[in-house]
């Protein structure tokens, strides 16, 4: 009896350090999502207005924000099975060393080919999404959801934080400072990585389906096999139809912050690190548009939420990164071909054509989401 005693006490001491070692983990991935955010909009803050500096009009522009976003939507596939087949710890190393990389070359950029050539290592830069890896590998399918919708509070901290330390810092000091600043926080956060995050982290769900560790990295048919699995398609297609508005707007922002508000680079990074993730509709100041960004960012921020967790656990875990790298395709995806959507939309309709795009396209997702609830319904009866 007194061994069985000792034995439970032992198990129940165990259990309190791996619980303990879970809530660490986990406060490190949210940490490090903040940073890679904060370190991003530092540099995305100041970026326009570096370009013009160097003489890219806004063609040029476009054009660098066209290759940026394609790189990523390259990427992020490919960094979700790199995480996969090698672990969190090495796509997290992978990303903050590419992110490292980038803020180096976007430094010392005194050129427009360097200011290209610098884009190239964003093709591995998936912080935020390597974070919600490690999330996804140390919670069980019940805790997955109220982990990840952590990550918005992360996000927008990141979005405040970087936005207005970019505008002051390029304001105060000069446009190439919060570059730098973004380079010495990738380099401690792949310190932090190295450190902290486990090289092999817990898995909560039984692997039934094949070893996606016995094909390449590089395998596209693999991505398309989890588009195709039961579930995932509808959800991944709700998603992305209903980021690609915001994602217009947001690539066309930097110009409307010059020419519809006339803001210099501080007032703009003031102003992009209280939206997050915004969208403008019939409004003509700052300050309407202050207030319909509201519940604009509580609705993306659930929709981001819901459509994660569902994506996550619709596939085994040898495959949630390669998930999550999908997700994380939609945002390069707008980047990719929101200069040119965004500035025909700008140039022709003006600031309001954006949000009655966002309306009319959540309308058909409404539609199309009670159509398919109630489809489901009459299965039921059945």
């Not at 803020?103 to 005194?110: C, N, P, Q, R, V």
């Not at 947001?250 to 210099?264: C, D, E, P, R």
């Not at 202050?290 to 085994?316: M, N, W, Y």
């Amino acid at each position: 009896m007194e061994q069985e005693g000792n034995e439970k006490r032992a198990m129940s001491q165990s259990e309190l350090e791996n619980m303990s070692n879970k809530r660490f983990v986990m406060r490190v991935a949210y940490l490090l999502s903040a940073a890679d955010i904060s370190c991003l909009f530092m540099q995305l803050s100041t970026i326009p207005y570096l370009a013009k500096n160097l003489g890219l009009e806004s063609v040029g522009f476009g054009c660098l924000q066209t290759v940026f976003g394609l790189l990523q939507l390259i990427g992020g596939p490919i960094f979700g099975r790199f995480s996969d087949q090698f672990g969190v710890r090495a796509a997290l190393t992978l990303s903050f060393l590419s992110g490292s990389l980038f803020y180096l070359l976007s430094g010392i950029a005194t050129n427009i080919p360097l200011l290209f050539i610098s884009r190239i290592p964003g093709m591995f830069m998936h912080g935020l999404p390597g974070a919600q890896m490690v999330i996804t590998h140390w919670t069980t399918p019940a805790e997955r959801a109220g982990a990840l919708g952590k990550f918005g509070l992360c996000m927008g901290l990141g979005m405040i934080i970087g936005s207005s330390l970019g505008g002051f810092l390029a304001t105060k000091v000069g446009l190439q400072c919060p570059t730098f600043v973004g380079l010495a926080g990738s380099l401690l956060s792949t310190l932090v990585v190295l450190t902290y995050i486990p090289a092999q982290p817990e898995l909560h769900e039984p692997d039934t389906k094949q070893d996606v560790k016995r094909s390449s990295v590089f395998n596209f048919k693999e991505i398309t096999r989890l588009l195709r699995l039961p579930g995932v398609f509808p959800v991944f297609t709700v998603r992305l139809c209903s980021g690609l508005p915001v994602g217009f707007f947001m690539i066309t922002f930097a110009v409307i912050s010059i020419n519809f508000f006339g803001l210099n680079p501080e007032q703009s990074g003031y102003l992009m690190s209280y939206i997050g993730v915004v969208q403008m509709a019939l409004m003509s100041n700052v300050f309407q548009f202050c207030v319909i960004v509201l519940p604009l960012v509580f609705a993306l921020a659930t929709l981001t939420v819901i459509t994660d967790s569902i994506l996550t656990k619709s596939v085994p875990s040898s495959d949630t990164g390669a998930m999550l790298g999908i997700c994380a395709s939609v945002h390069p995806l707008t980047r990719t071909v929101g200069p040119t959507i965004g500035g025909i939309l700008y140039q022709a309709y003006g600031v309001s054509s954006f949000g009655c795009l966002h309306f009319a396209v959540n309308a058909v997702l409404v539609f199309y989401l009670l159509r398919k609830k109630m489809h489901l319904k009459e299965q039921k009866l059945e």
